[in-house]
């Protein structure tokens, strides 16, 4: 078994951190131009959310004077590449090293949490890796000014996201990193469970972070939507909820951090040799049940219409590393099931959105495949079966539904893992 990765063992020259890094046909290098970050007010002080637009020159500048002060050496920025559409851009120092400069804008979907509290999450997260676990399973925070809501971090480069790799070259080319996307899912948690009481200390130092709430918030309207859907849980399925939300709730051992977004876009690899992974995008990180990074490995994320559970096993044996009680089916299973059905839930809140699309949109099969994964990882692991069927019942109502959406996902053919969702223009 691979053990985690320490700080020691990443070069000692900078390098990138992004959920963006994939560029087919990278901007050139420059310096002039402009573009929207989402808040850098006038001195640098964080203020009023504006969309004003704000130079390159700006924004160099600033990145200029923060990393002059923390190396107590003027630094200059020579050169500049958008990574596009995000508020990130790839920086070339005048000598030659390259950095990731991330800023805040409002974050679409996520209207309840301030950009400076999503910014302070990350830093937070990063540093409790970087600096309290010696990890090197995340790009380090080079210098942050959390007031002008601007960061610098490692570059990662020439690491690339897998999704990308993904939906260019298919499942089967990648076999090798989707191996290590599922194990660096589980050393993130193996390294840091136990460990919450640190990571705490870390983000309160930097104020409030409020995301639990959020997701409470789409779970009740999820089951708002099944019971219009006509399928409302109740009986011996609102029994097992209940049951999975308490596991959920008091993780006990599997108490660990998460970057809150474990998707493929999300880990970078190197597309040769040793895939060598790295997660990025903490804005949503937080201590939570370690399982619920396991759920991209049996259901299909936003972006996809089926994904391949043969790689889970990996994810499980580094998670045991640091959590035993892995190795334990009954209490894995459990776990694994109600951390299945929650994410059924907060996808089934946009369930009356997703029918105003027209027909043959992919978000209509993308949400049939999410209820019926969940229930077939249930019932492989014998766990909350009266869930499982419940969710296949929601599946069947949907399918009748919406008739473009009644199709065999079991079709290893026209549904290969990593399908990407299309969305109808």
């Not at 107590?72 to 920025?77: D, G, Y």
């Amino acid at each position: 078994m691979r053990t985690p990765r320490s700080a020691s063992s990443a070069p000692t020259r900078w390098k990138s951190c992004s959920a963006l890094i994939i560029s087919r046909s990278p901007a050139p290098w420059r310096r002039v131009g402009q573009f929207v970050p989402a808040s850098v007010s006038s001195g640098g002080r964080a203020g009023p959310r504006t969309l004003a637009p704000v130079s390159e020159h700006a924004i160099a500048a600033r990145v200029e004077s923060l990393l002059s002060r923390c190396r107590s050496a003027p630094v200059t920025v020579a050169g500049w590449r958008r990574l596009e559409p995000y508020a990130i851009a790839r920086a070339r120092l005048e000598d030659d090293e390259r950095v990731i400069v991330k800023w805040m804008r409002p974050h679409p979907g996520a209207v309840r949490l301030a950009a400076s509290q999503r910014l302070r999450t990350e830093v937070a997260a990063l540093r409790f890796l970087s600096d309290d676990l010696e990890s090197g399973l995340a790009p380090r925070v080079i210098a942050a000014d959390l007031d002008a809501e601007l960061v610098v971090l490692e570059d990662l480069a020439p690491r690339t996201a897998l999704d990308g790799l993904l939906r260019a070259q298919g499942a089967t080319a990648h076999a090798e990193r989707l191996v290590a996307f599922a194990r660096v899912r589980g050393e993130l948690s193996a390294a840091t469970a136990g460990r919450a009481g640190l990571y705490g200390v870390r983000r309160r130092a930097l104020g409030p972070a409020r995301d639990a709430e959020r997701l409470a918030g789409f779970r009740e309207e999820g089951r708002r939507q099944a019971a219009l859907l006509g399928a409302p849980i109740e009986g011996g399925a609102e029994r097992e909820l209940a049951a999975a939300l308490e596991e959920l709730e008091h993780p006990g051992p599997f108490l660990a951090l998460s970057n809150g977004d474990p998707e493929a876009n999300n880990v970078l690899v190197h597309t040769d040799g040793d895939p060598d992974a790295r997660l990025i995008d903490f804005e949503f990180a937080g201590c939570t049940h370690a399982l619920h990074d396991a759920v991209c490995l049996h259901v299909p994320g936003p972006g996809w219409l089926s994904v391949d559970a043969a790689h889970a096993e990996h994810h499980r044996r580094a998670l045991a590393a640091g959590v035993p009680e892995a190795e334990d089916d009954r209490r894995y299973g459990f776990g694994l099931a109600a951390a299945c059905f929650s994410y059924v839930l907060i996808r089934l809140e946009r369930a009356a959105k997703v029918g105003t699309r027209p027909p043959g949109d992919g978000s209509r099969v993308q949400l049939v495949a999410t209820l019926e994964a969940a229930a077939r990882t249930a019932e492989e692991h014998r766990s909350l079966p009266r869930l499982a069927g419940w969710a296949r019942r929601v599946a069947g109502l949907l399918r009748r539904r919406w008739p473009d959406a009644d199709v065999d996902l079991d079709d290893r053919t026209a549904f290969p893992p990593y399908t990407p969702r299309h969305r109808c223009s």
